[in-house]
């Protein structure tokens, strides 16, 4: 067990059994990024999607994601998993209000919520993030697709997207008036 | 250790130990109500401010506020508060969207943010909560006060607001355009 | 031409001749209002839309929505039109806070934008509103449908909306988080 | 009275006489701006305001503000505004949704709400816009001055500020997280 007085090399980093057993206990806090290309008025021109291996090892289309650290800002955290998941230089743009556009349940079990993630019960507070600069996947993520509105809300690809996340992109689109 | 598989007679709920030490690993996620009554138009006119002993042992205001379980969708962590706050007959009526007008961060240390919660790291998905009936506070509230923004906007309340919440009810009465 | 310093015996409301003349020089601000029910934690359960005679004769879908008035504020012009298109004993609950979920842009010419008001450039702030009360449409409208949000968004319904209103509905129903 | 059929060579644009009688028969839709340059991760760093001849001769703090012209869309309204009172030079950053972070109601008599305006009953849609560049006021600003959020909260500044803004300027910095 850590001891929350001895400084942590890694603060807000967790073994797998730390992590495994916090996601036992409590929902595990995300953050949650659309990234959209914006024309010089501010509509949305293109969507991003990353496509990654999937917790099943198939393919599957999501959008940028991942833990809030203990300690960190939301903000940082944000900014943190931009970077990991589009590269240094995608220069994404975070909102000046700290407001998500929804917040997103994830529950163990599919089918029970339109969402889901076996691994755990997550709560993703989602955002809407302009990128101004070129993107490059790192990590786990092998490649980077924007798409208008109307590709994305096609039915191939809103089934493509993991973990029922078809309505987290309805939602963004909606919130952006690119629904059609 | 609590096993994944086994089922939780009390899910959710964890002893001290589980506690802290969950607190030492991720940020807790909680919920908090800015409880309200407004007239027929939806006017704010008046602000719900609980009085009840802080965790230093001194009095102090508060909202309506705790953590998300785990498992637990969060409308009905929000309910599951407003009742334990409020009492069984105030009949708050819960928000049709769930986007919260701010998300509230609270760090351990008093002075690096507004807002701070010596217990923890914890973040707050902070809701505006009409209520319509009698409100009987219960647990350790001792006397739930209502206060017309302006009287709630005065510096000896706003400073009795513990951890800083002056702050979020400033932001609560800005989002109801009720600050001036 | 109406005087600004004598008193007018109906405030806000204008002859054929000056509304069409007004139409012609500025956008006219309306409200608009989806209602809703809602269950007691706040999720929605049906979907309130208004069956009227529209501008061309046939029969069409609509939400509550009207014009502001001169000198009327945005509340009380929300209430009017309420009352107007749901009757007295509707008990709409006004929202506290008076931004709407989106400001939706009618134009005069069909197909330029996804909704359009042959009348006049329209731009109308949009609220969802819950009703607890028995609505009784009065005026122009022939009858009120409850229907789910799974019944509300079907192709026919949609359709059905007047001046591309189907979009404004996926809109409300994506800000609920009732779109999956 | 212009026909709606012939092409105006200023579609938007009014005589005098004619604004004037518009502004006694129906509310006037504006659209707002406070321009606000952001550090990195989004936080408001300083808060731009005009200083301009008031409608009284005398100087006075103001926003971006202007009116939207029939048939323009809000988007389009927004971006000439900050055009003509920023200058070609300042690159606002257009909000991805057109949601406002409020609706601003000026009415013709001080002193009966928060804000007001003595020429009309104006409706305005607010919204923060980061600006990335230059800024070169034209028109009748004389200046525009960036001013920390402390700095913009003192009480000498909320009194400059046209028409009530200082209530409108509390709400953009509580949307914002910066009020305390």
């Given at each position: ?21 916090t ?30 291996g ?12 991942g833990r ?31 407001v ?77 008036g690119?629904?059609?």
């Open positions: 067990m850590p001891s929350v007085r001895t400084p942590d090399p890694n603060p807000g980093w967790l073994s797998e059994f730390q992590l495994e057993e996601r036992s206990r409590v929902p595990i806090l995300y953050v949650e990024a659309v990234p959209v290309r914006l024309d010089s008025l501010g509509q949305v021109e293109q969507v991003g999607l990353l496509l990654r999937s917790t099943t090892g198939a393919l599957a289309r999501s959008f940028v994601s809030v650290l203990h300690g960190e800002p939301i903000r940082t955290a944000l900014m943190r998993n931009l970077e990991k998941d589009l590269g240094p230089t995608a220069f994404p743009q975070l909102p000046a209000d700290i998500p556009f929804t917040v997103a349940e994830y529950f163990p079990l599919p089918g029970v919520t339109p969402m889901y993630d076996t691994r755990q019960h997550a709560v993703a507070l989602a955002y809407v993030v302009a990128v101004t600069g070129e993107c490059d996947p790192r990590q786990d993520a092998l490649e980077l697709s924007w798409l208008t509105p109307e590709e994305a809300l096609s039915p191939a690809i809103l089934e493509e997207l993991e973990g029922g996340r078809g309505v987290l992109l309805k939602q963004a689109l909606a919130h952006l690119a629904l059609g």
